[in-house]
């Protein structure tokens, strides 16, 4: 039932990319990114609970298991446990033995 839903949201944004009048288009942007930006915090807690559920604190499953179960990256996993919420590119560095 997953992958319908994703597919219906895909193509409905592929419909706002394919609207001719440049002005209406980038308006239709700009309110769907505006919506997207509250429910990207509320989605992000959730994946973060679930993550969190599923390592059950070093009793359930790995880092990699969860990455793989929820078809995500290993750094987003990684990244709920650091608390971090920014972009890969914005990831600050994890001090190496020495440095601490």
């Avoid at 609207?19 to 973060?48: G, L, P």
């Amino acid at each position: 039932m997953g992958d319908e839903e994703v597919q219906r949201v895909s193509d409905a944004l592929e419909a706002v990319e394919q609207i001719a009048d440049r002005e209406e288009r980038v308006r239709a942007k700009s309110r769907i990114m505006a919506h997207q930006v509250e429910r990207n915090k509320v989605w992000s807690r959730e994946r973060t609970e679930l993550i969190r559920e599923l390592w059950d604190n070093g009793s359930g499953l790995s880092y990699r298991q969860i990455a793989t179960r929820l078809d995500i990256k290993l750094s987003t996993v990684q990244d709920a446990f650091r608390d971090y919420k920014g972009s890969g590119s914005h990831r600050p560095k994890v001090p190496k033995p020495e440095d601490t």
